[in-house]
């Protein structure tokens, strides 16, 4: 069985440094998704003022 590894970005995404991917799909005999690194920042730039709204931009 092989693996194949594709790294992902959100579209509207500040794009991730250097050799990093903000997630990895791997797929073979299963499917996983890896997330890594998710920050509260707007593709703006922009970060939210408190925890919640933080929390909500990571997943927008």
Request: charged fraction near 20%.
């Amino acid at each position: 069985m092989s693996l194949t590894i594709r790294p992902l970005t959100g579209d509207g995404s500040p794009p991730a440094e250097g050799e990093y991917a903000q997630a990895c799909e791997v797929s073979g005999a299963t499917r996983w998704l890896y997330l890594s690194g998710q920050i509260p920042v707007a593709p703006d730039g922009a970060l939210a003022d408190d925890f919640t709204g933080q929390c909500e931009q990571v997943w927008d």
